[in-house]
């Protein structure tokens, strides 16, 4: 079952960043056409910053809840490699713990904001802002469950290790 688990975590990390890469590349697309029509046409689209924004948003907390899963969030090792092996398992617990409570706070606070923002709606796009802050409950739900994988492999006593993707080196 963990191993199944572990494939479903890997396949939706695939994913999530996949998705904000193309978060990346529409918002891109957006802010080249809002510089186009301010400058070339002299006619800037009233929705391309509020769609930019969103975007952002949007693939920046996908990303975020990949880093946790691919083990590519920033931290500090130094630390870390000069302790011995049982020290730096404690450590590595505690810092899961962390990540996880920090998913916690954004899946309870995140819908909160979502809630309370939902009526709002963003005028250039129509659409109702708690869209926009929708990524933060989902990511943080995501953080929580990849950390939750990471603590469950170290109270096997697994090695867990980041990631070594091709794609990052």
């Not at 630390?79 to 730096?88: I, Q, R």
């Amino acid at each position: 079952m963990k191993k199944n688990f572990a494939k479903v975590t890997h396949f939706a990390a695939d994913w999530l960043l996949y998705a904000a890469g193309l978060g990346l590349v529409l918002m891109t697309i957006i802010v080249g056409w809002q510089v186009f029509g301010r400058y070339v046409l002299n006619s800037s689209p009233s929705w391309s910053e509020q769609a930019a924004l969103t975007l952002m948003i949007w693939y920046v907390f996908l990303a975020a809840a990949a880093g946790v899963r691919e083990g590519f969030h920033i931290r500090i090792v130094a630390l870390e490699n000069a302790l011995g092996p049982k020290a730096k398992r404690v450590m590595r617990i505690v810092a899961d713990l962390i990540i996880a409570g920090c998913g916690l706070a954004l899946l309870v606070w995140g819908s909160e904001l979502v809630m309370r923002t939902w009526e709002h709606v963003i005028p250039s796009l129509g659409l109702p802002r708690g869209i926009a802050y929708l990524a933060l409950p989902l990511s943080g739900l995501l953080i929580m469950l990849f950390s939750l994988e990471r603590l469950l492999e170290e109270a096997e006593g697994e090695a867990v290790s980041d990631e070594e993707d091709p794609r990052w080196s």
